[in-house]
């Protein structure tokens, strides 16, 4: 009786735990990045107005890369794991020098081939402002990013080259 009790206990946490992986696995949001800041920067730039993409991006683009990332700037191939920051803040001109504003936009570029199959391995996310949980793009990866990213498919979908 003892034997068949510990069965089935065995068998509903291996139940328990497949449907938790399944539930995580079919998962396709993308995480924020949580001590992006801490990761290797790649870049900054600044987009002002009479730019064609000032209207969505204009101001202080500050880029970070996770070590999985960074291997990828370096050759070319992007592994599973690697993930990007875009930091988009509000650029503010004052007394001849350019100086952050509020933040915009955090987006999120994260790498898992199976995942995010159809928008070329790569998941994409901004997070609104300040938060870590307000999404600006959700189900709409495909369109919102992926579109223009396509450009860029000879070098993994990345437009961003890492800084010398």
Not at 20 to 35: L, R, T, W
Not at 86 to 109: C, I, N, P, Q, Y
Not at 122 to 131: A, I, N, P, R
């Amino acid at each position: 009786m003892r034997t068949i009790r510990l069965t089935l206990m065995a068998a509903a946490a291996i139940a328990a735990t497949t449907v938790s992986s399944f539930s995580i696995a079919s998962d396709s949001s993308v995480p924020y990045p949580n001590g992006y800041r801490d990761w290797h920067h790649v870049k900054s730039m600044v987009i002002n107005p009479g730019h064609g993409l000032y209207d969505s991006f204009g101001g202080i683009h500050h880029l970070y890369a996770n070590k999985a990332a960074l291997r990828g700037y370096k050759t070319g191939k992007w592994p599973d794991g690697s993930v990007i920051v875009f930091d988009l803040l509000d650029a503010s001109t004052a007394d001849h020098a350019v100086t952050e504003g509020a933040r915009k936009v955090v987006g999120v570029m994260h790498r898992d081939a199976r995942k995010y199959i159809s928008t070329g391995g790569w998941g994409y996310e901004g997070f609104k402002g300040d938060s870590m949980t307000d999404r600006a793009v959700g189900g709409n990866a495909a369109s919102a990013c992926y579109e223009c990213h396509t450009a860029q498919k000879e070098s993994g979908f990345v437009f961003s080259k890492l800084r010398p």
